[in-house]
């Protein structure tokens, strides 16, 4: 469909044309094909009763994907939440009321690795490579050494890029902590 026939759209048309991509993100995202189905609902609710908030002419698939993944991640929370309990006896244990047992579901963290692997690789090649070198646990004399630069600019192209970086991932500021050296 052309941008231009797709501006004049209702916005419930508009992003009913998503409607396929985001049935198999949200596929890929819950291995359930009735999750998946809620998933898409619950994504075009939200857009729905948020659509004031979107700018027109800006992404709207991008938009959309953005309140499936963050439904997503917070549907995650909130389930893990609701299955742990304190069980009050003198000795107190944590209890997974589903199970009998903790199991350790990564798929927050895929999302969170995914993202600071993709806002890394935007970095250029000249901070990339310092701050990863920085990250892999090589000190900044070490870096300056391997790649035969004075200190100061080590330290200077880490903080640069853990600047760059808060930039790109702003979603998650508070979770992790980019400025500890």
Do not use: C
Request: no cysteine.
């Amino acid at each position: 469909m052309s941008n231009k026939t797709e501006s004049s759209l209702p916005f419930e048309l508009k992003m009913q044309t998503h409607e396929g991509i985001l049935r198999n993100y949200a596929l890929q995202l819950t291995q359930s094909m009735d999750d998946a189905n809620d998933l898409v609902q619950e994504t075009f609710l939200k857009a729905m009763t948020y659509s004031s908030k979107f700018k027109e002419g800006t992404n709207l698939k991008g938009w959309l994907f953005t309140i499936m993944r963050n439904t997503f991640i917070n549907n995650y929370r909130r389930i893990t939440k609701r299955s742990t309990f304190m069980d009050t006896q003198e000795e107190q244990f944590i209890i997974d009321s589903a199970k009998g047992f903790n199991t350790f579901n990564d798929g927050e963290s895929k999302f969170i690795r995914r993202d600071l692997e993709a806002a890394i690789d935007k970095l250029p090649d000249d901070l990339r490579i310092t701050f990863e070198m920085n990250t892999l646990g090589y000190k900044y004399h070490e870096i300056a050494e391997k790649i035969g630069i004075p200190i100061g600019t080590v330290k200077t192209r880490i903080f640069v890029a853990r600047r760059k970086l808060r930039t790109y991932l702003t979603e998650y500021e508070g979770l992790f902590n980019l400025t500890a050296s």
